[in-house]
């Protein structure tokens, strides 16, 4: 195939968009997509701090990347949950599968961190592939609270919600991959060994097949989806954020999932926020 | 597996409920689903005429079946199409594909002989896996005009339109398949040729491959569905019926999407009514 721009030869073809590119012009896409997610949503301004929530996989480092390229102040966070005493005891003694509970700390302790560090905003490398996966589950499920509020661009809020973007949503995993690769970053291959098999995974592979027989099929679910479907969903769902009883982070109940789900797991004598804080680093 | 009733041995097990049923359980098990089909979504009462097409498949027979045994006032109608040159002359020449041609034609068909003859009301066979990949379809592509009329029961409408049930929506096609067996009900067991490979016969293996990990996936995903999403789509969704300029029938638009196919089909010279009734049968 020839890139679709210059006409040498492709070293990435992107079937939904029927599309090839060579190297230069591949790059060039990968940070047009970028600009324009951030665009459409209004995401972040230039001069706006930028927390990027860093895995170590390829599309939270393709996203960094690419946000210091285009000039933004982005500053990487890792936080090492899934290997310590604090995710074992949570998969042993939680009801939650393990994905959900390591989900919700880093979703917790990222919020707090950014808060506390005075940042404007969290970006996630959340890709369309993920993206799109979430939606079908949440869909599966007809869970019409997360339809509501899925969205690439979710507004900070007064009970002290950091405002949350995620600028690869344009961008299938494949390409997060690629944009890696020609740019020599250097990034953990493997999946995590506790997401094996789980739903999520499960919906990915599904989608994957209809994608086979129907290139575009998660291009369509979601951006039909963003810009068709959600506004429905949106229009009946106005559940207000107050202050956690135990913690004081955000939450539509009294007491938050993160708290509730630290005292199942049986870890907290007094406020549960000791433990995941204690876990992370910050790596600039 | 033994029947969840009596204990006798089962001949038929439902997974998604975690139950199990000898043949004369089943038979009451599969009539009270009926009834309770009826009855939730107020369908008809006893003293009203019942039109139900009929395809001579498993499901469309099942349905006769089971009203007629109900006490209900039941014809059947048999619609001769999809074999004769219109429907050839359909696939070959519109620009749907012969699916969504046979089921426009048919649909369009059924309301117009069920209103002339006094009908209160067309039943069709669609059952759980019907509405499951369709509705599946439908969320894939957020069809949101059909997500919000997709229902067990359609009310008639003052531009023309007949009521429309469905009462076997709470059964699996496994379900009517039992049901014909053990009633010894002799049944069409191929599928239409021209529906192989379809994309509703995609979405139902898709859906099978989750139900298979999950046993419950497609009642959760159509009932969770009716229960707390199609309220969202129903709010938003007030496209009023009017006649259709060229044969009087309701439609949303000016033209009917049914005489809209005539016409790319070359075949109506002046209204594409004559075309459909003349492959009309009634069975009874």
Known sequence: ??????????????????????KTHFLEYFENQVRKAIHDYRMFQPDERILVAVSGGKDSLALWDVLLRLG?????????????????????????????????????TFNRIAAEGGYDVICTGHNMDDEAAALFGNVMHWQTDYLARQSPLMEAESSGLVRKAKPLYRLSER?????????GIDYQV???????GNKTNQYKELLNQLELQSP????????????????????????????CERCGEPTSGEVCSFCRMIERAGLAKTQGLDIPLAAVEADR
Do not use: W
């Not at 390409?175 to 740019?183: G, I």
């Open 72 to 108: 933004y102040r982005a500053d990487g966070l890792y936080i090492g949950l899934g290997i310590d005493e604090y995710s074992d005891s949570s998969a042993a003694k939680t009801r939650r599968a393990p994905c959900s509970a390591c989900g919700l700390g880093k979703r917790y």
């Open 1 to 22: 195939m020839k890139c679709t721009v210059c006409r040498e030869t492709a070293s990435v073809e992107i079937r939904r968009h029927n599309s090839g590119f060579c």
């Open 190 to 196: 493997e999946e995590c060994p506790m997401a094996l």
């Open 216 to 243: 575009g099929t998660k291009h369509h679910l979601l951006f039909g989806f963003l810009e068709r479907a959600q506004p429905f969903f949106r229009a009946g769902d106005p559940t207000p954020l107050r202050p």
């Open 175 to 183: 390409e997060t991959a690629a944009y890696c690769v020609l740019r």
